[in-house]
């Protein structure tokens, strides 16, 4: 499955709001859910965070997590106007997030997968400096199925 | 489920889940820095949470955790996601209680519909 495939244009945020990481984080989430729903999923994101930042160093994060109130893969994107504070591993501040939230039951282990590629693909974004490329969520999605391609070509 | 408990038993699922996606191996190569320390009070925080359940629940979350890895199981269209049994009719209004599967005996969830 390709990553491009599991974005949707209206899961694509280029302008969110700046602010704590934990607000940042909540924002993405109200995104996918609401209600008590949304709360399980950030309680759960935050403990991930505790156990080590997932921002990843050069300006993105990727928070992650299972859980019991999704019943499928569920992926969000944002991008803040102002780089915001991540405790990140290189101690930069973030501005793109990858935000990845999957079932507890996971055939063929997606989430997995699909978490490394995110990875894969991060890396790229940042060696050849593409944060602030896309202008539009359209745009975004296109570029993140470019470097998907590219990767897999290189096999 | 009463609606502390449910939060409660949510919350210890995907905890659960967390810890036992830490030990993964394939979750390990993807990289990510974990401070050990944090994943003991990790351990902690869970064991707290299931305190907050009542006694008989938290036995039945324990030794199902044990049996099969995951003590929820969610319903899908009729059926229960743990052992893929379609499930009696007379269980499948949504209820206040704890139900359990009546063939493999997971907490049965309902998820909200969004
Ligand atoms: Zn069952």
Redesign the interface.
Not at chain 2, 29 to 35: C, L, S, T
């Given at each position: 499955m390709n990553l491009a495939s599991l974005l949707s244009k209206d899961r694509v945020n280029l302008s969110l709001k700046p602010g704590k990481k934990d607000d940042v984080i909540k924002d993405l989430v109200y995104s996918i859910k609401k209600g008590t729903d949304a709360e399980v999923i950030v309680s759960t994101l935050l403990k991930r965070e505790e156990l080590g930042s997932t921002g990843i160093g050069k300006g993105i994060a990727i928070p992650h997590c299972r859980s019991l109130v999704v019943e499928k893969l569920e992926i969000a994107v944002g991008r803040t106007s102002k780089p915001i504070s991540f405790n990140s591993i290189d101690k930069k501040p973030v501005s793109l997030i990858f935000l990845i939230i999957a079932p507890p039951q996971d055939p063929g282990n997606q989430y997995l997968i699909t978490l490394g590629k995110i990875v894969q693909i991060a890396k790229e974004i940042t060696k050849k400096n593409l944060i602030q490329q896309a202008k539009t969520p359209e745009e975004f999605i296109a570029l993140i199925n470019d470097i998907e391609k590219g990767l897999t070509k290189r096999k | 489920m009463q609606?502390v408990i449910e939060?409660h038993l949510?919350?210890l699922?995907?905890?659960d889940?967390?810890i036992a996606?830490?030990e993964?191996p394939?979750?390990k190569?993807?990289?990510?820095?974990?401070?050990d320390e944090?994943?003991l009070?990790?351990i902690r925080?869970r064991n707290q949470l299931l305190k907050k359940l009542p006694q008989e629940l938290a036995q039945r979350y324990e030794i199902l955790k044990k049996r099969y890895r995951?003590a929820?199981?969610?319903v899908?269209s009729e059926f229960c996601?743990g052992c893929f049994q379609k499930l009696p009719t007379e269980l499948l209004t949504r209820s206040k209680d704890i139900i359990t599967c009546p063939n493999c005996g997971r907490i049965l969830?309902w998820?909200?519909k969004?």
């Open positions: - | 609606d939060m949510k919350l699922f995907d905890l889940n967390l996606d830490m993964e394939s979750y190569k993807i990289g990510f820095k974990i401070e944090a994943s009070e990790l925080k995951q929820i199981a969610p899908e996601l969830y998820r909200e969004s």
